[in-house]
């Protein structure tokens, strides 16, 4: 067996890059150290002393020795611009960045071929949850059929605290960001972004489909009035963003939209800041991972994870790529719940079937279905009276 | 990418091997296909005709174009002397039988290194999850601090119903195996055995430790009197057959015993023939893996998935074995509650501190320390009027 000695440079010493350091100290088994750290700001008060510290990212690319860089930084563009350079300099990578490895996943897979290095990536998506090692490695014949996840743990902790007490959505948010469970700026996560970048990562290894996240329809959670809560209560459902992407003949269906959940989806015990990840295949039983999806310890530990892993020289081979010719839906029904607090902007959007209409003077939904290129994000965005979706099964 | 082409030998053609011999016959991404099956009862009709079987295993162990043998029958004995002889012809293994994988892996390992070939077994322990992969690669470093499973199918889908109708363990037992959900002779199952051969396969995947079957004491769910399951009731607590493992320093405290569950617990649940296993490592959160535990499709798709990874010539590597000189703890404390109808015959039990005792006319308890050379399952099975499980949290 062989064992590789990994030197790393680390980008970024924030909580997830601090603990990753004190257990690479700590661990036995790791055949691997950090050489060297590179940090943007020199004015930061840290836990270690400032001659750990670089603020020069090419003492980290141009050492020889270094033949991994952990990339844990948030600024996606300088990210995609450090993981670049790396792996041209015939360096491995292990990064937790979705956002720049969804919207570059393609020219990833070809620098990394290029220069035959490893280029890992689990703590991008759903933190401690071993996902995308799992459609690698396990789910890697075509039996894999849909994959539905919880894989926003900010959305699904203010969901969770909406079903839970009697507060408005922005009162619980509010709280979310002075807690640290939501950013001061919370549109990536609760307008469905961040679930997207995530699900189109999720595609690739799952079908063997690169998909562009602006490619995949996102309708957020931020609209949810008082009586959509009192709706889904009454019917007994709680309301979760679901990432799903489902294969149908030769194509994906994908979205990320809120949806009504019954007690006996494995979603309705997902709560507060857990992940969950369902899978269904043919010839196998509906498989459920739950774990934290965010946050300094479930994401350390799946980059811990990578790291541990290139130790063997692990890469990922996205066996599934340009099999099949699966690809995207560009169009599909589905069955979705539109509410408002005004009928009359009900007629704002077009079901092709209406299964249900409710009308009173404060609030009026509809049950029915639609056709995907029906609902955009910049529709949603600029229809804040209307919340929308996907009706229980 | 190396894609092996695959001529599978099929032992054994029940439930779980049909279906694989239908997937096989479907799936376009496998590059395996069944060329011969063999089984013992001349007699019992099939759904595909007799000339498709062979009665002779040497049909299979003498061909030398069948490089992969798939042993899915009963007996554990009879499937140890084809797996054995399988390796030592150069063909790869892969079974789903745990009896036999506990009772031999010390020597399994050895045949198949010295043979140079595959033996895997997921669909050994908790159907389709996928714990022994994710172990074998995911959970790979020495973080990993205990493991803890809802693994026996039948007990759960008793315990639960236990929990649900107003019934005995008698009544209940009974209307399980006229349902198919245990068998005729329960023992293994609902004594902990079943259970505690997936605790010894899963210790030496989590922990690198190999450990017989008959070190890990089994306490089963065959005692539960009515007034358990009230008192588990007015606690809140659920009842559940627990198989667990914890690296406490150099020994590795593993048992198979029932446990009364707070709500607040990952098992709480995992109800019906649901499997459950929760990872704990330093630097990561709680990590659930849920999924069904037997039967054809769970069974079937851990079995498919390892023909898959065979194709790309992949084994377990078992690389935490003979590392850190851990082994097995002989003795330590359990927090542990005993009833009984009779109060005096708690005194047929130890306890090394007791915190709580409990007496009336019919029924007594007590809570408290004991140490776990005090239990046995000799000492258990002799007093059916106690029932032993681990105190709550």
Redesign the interface.
Known sequence: ?IKENLNIGLFGFGCVGE??YQ?LN?????NASIKKIVVKNKEKERNIGAENFSYNKYDILNDPDINLVVELIDDADAAFEIVKKAMEKGKHVVTANKKMVANHLEELIEIKKANGVSFLYEGAVC????II??LE???????LTSINAISNGTCNYILTRLDLEKASFAEILKDAQLSGFAESDPTLDIDGFDSKFKLSILIAHAFGVVVAPDEIINLGIRHIKEKDLTYAKEKGYKIKLISQARKIDNTIEAYVIPQFIAKDS?AF?INFEFNGVLIE????????????GA?A??T??AV??DI??LQ?L?DY?Y??RH??GLQLATDFLIKIFVSSANEKSLNDITLSTVEESYTSKNYAYKVGLINKSQLTYEFYSTHPELFIAVAAD
Chains 1, 2 share one sequence.
């Open positions: 067996m603990g990753l257990v700590e661990s036995k088994l790791l933190g401690s949850i071993p090692r799992n490695e396990y789910y890697n014949n075509d039996c494995y015990d295949a043919a010839f196998s039983d509906k498989q459920v991972f739950k774990g934290k946050g310890f479930p350390g530990s811990l994870s541990s892993s063997f692990y081979e066996k599934k099999q099949d």
